[in-house]
């Protein structure tokens, strides 16, 4: 058996319910079936831009909605995800840009300055897209919304490869940031091995597609940190071609009150984090709280990246 991430995110709504919640962000609850119908017309969008098999797409935005669908659709369209530190100056951004050779960009607002001051040295890249609210996007951008939410929404119907790439640039290495590739394959290995220590794991796709129909929509999981790092970017792929939903805060900076609330609010059972800049004030905040805080619904606490 090979595994595709496309693959498995083509069959898994017809194992879920189509209401079943895919990704939670505040008061935006976006289910499987929409999902499924926006990463669909997203990719297909991207694919008539000029997009290839194996063209990069760079992810320049903070914890949304939109950083799983757009995933999704990259998945689907066999396009590669490049992530992008969004603390990162201008010409770091650029260096990002530039050494993955992104031939698309799907960028927040809140960054829409950067990305125009760079765009005149980016003569690699063909689209633009700009994820906003009621704004109109830049000039030289297309807006998000009108891409994902234009069209019929069926599958794509291409044949996908074990060898379909992700990128995920990391700066835990000496010089310059440096793009770590996963194949499909492999990363998809790696998240069955950690799940075989534990018992059996489905080893085909239809066996994968009768354990979520056997056990129901998968977990809540709520990366709380940024999934442009590969902690939370690795923890919502796993969550999603296991048919979870994946839970993201809203505040640009870390909230631990806020973290506590939405995992009382929306029943989360699995938290990742990157080490103590995240524990620490997490367990502060229940301790000089006791009792605030429903963490009932809590199993599950993982920390990666970093002691």
């Not at 939670?24 to 926006?38: A, L, M, Y």
């Not at 194996?54 to 689907?76: H, I, S, T």
């Not at 990391?170 to 394959?185: D, I, L, Y």
């Not at 709380?224 to 590969?230: D, E, I, K, L, V």
Request: net charge negative; charged share 25%.
């Amino acid at each position: 058996m090979t595994w595709n991430f496309g693959d498995i995110l083509d069959a898994l709504p017809n194992a879920l319910p189509a209401d079943a919640p895919a990704f939670i962000h505040g008061n935006r609850t976006i289910t499987w079936g929409e999902t499924s119908h926006r990463s669909n017309n997203l990719a297909r969008a991207i694919l008539a831009r000029g997009a290839k098999p194996g063209d990069k797409v760079a992810f320049y935005m903070r914890n949304r909605p939109e950083y799983g669908e757009a995933l999704a659709a990259c998945f689907k369209g066999r396009l590669t995800h490049v992530n992008v530190n969004y603390r990162y100056k201008p010409d770091e951004v650029f260096y990002i840009f530039d050494d993955s050779d992104a031939q698309t960009i799907i960028y927040g607002s809140e960054f829409r300055d950067t990305v125009l001051q760079l765009k005149g040295r980016l003569s690699k890249v063909a689209t633009f897209i700009e994820i906003g609210d009621d704004d109109p996007p830049a000039h030289f951008s297309e807006r998000y919304e009108d891409l994902a939410a234009t069209g019929e929404g069926a599958p794509l119907g291409i044949e996908r490869s074990p060898d379909d790439l992700l990128f995920i640039y990391t700066g835990g290495t000496t010089g310059m940031p440096k793009g770590v590739m996963w194949r499909h394959e492999d990363m998809r290995e790696a998240q069955l091995d950690a799940v075989r220590r534990l018992g059996p794991a489905p080893e085909t796709l239809d066996a994968h597609l009768d354990f979520v129909r056997a056990t129901g929509p998968g977990s809540r999981t709520l990366p709380a940190c940024p999934m442009m790092h590969g902690t939370g970017l690795i923890t919502a792929i796993g969550c999603m071609m296991n048919g979870g939903c994946v839970v993201t805060l809203e505040n640009p900076w870390f909230d631990a009150d806020e973290l506590w609330s939405v995992v009382a609010r929306h029943r989360v059972q699995s938290i990742a984090l990157v080490g103590d800049a995240f524990a620490k004030p997490m367990f502060k905040a229940l301790e000089d709280q006791p009792g605030r805080h429903d963490t009932s619904s809590l199993v599950s606490v993982v920390s990666s990246g970093v002691m």
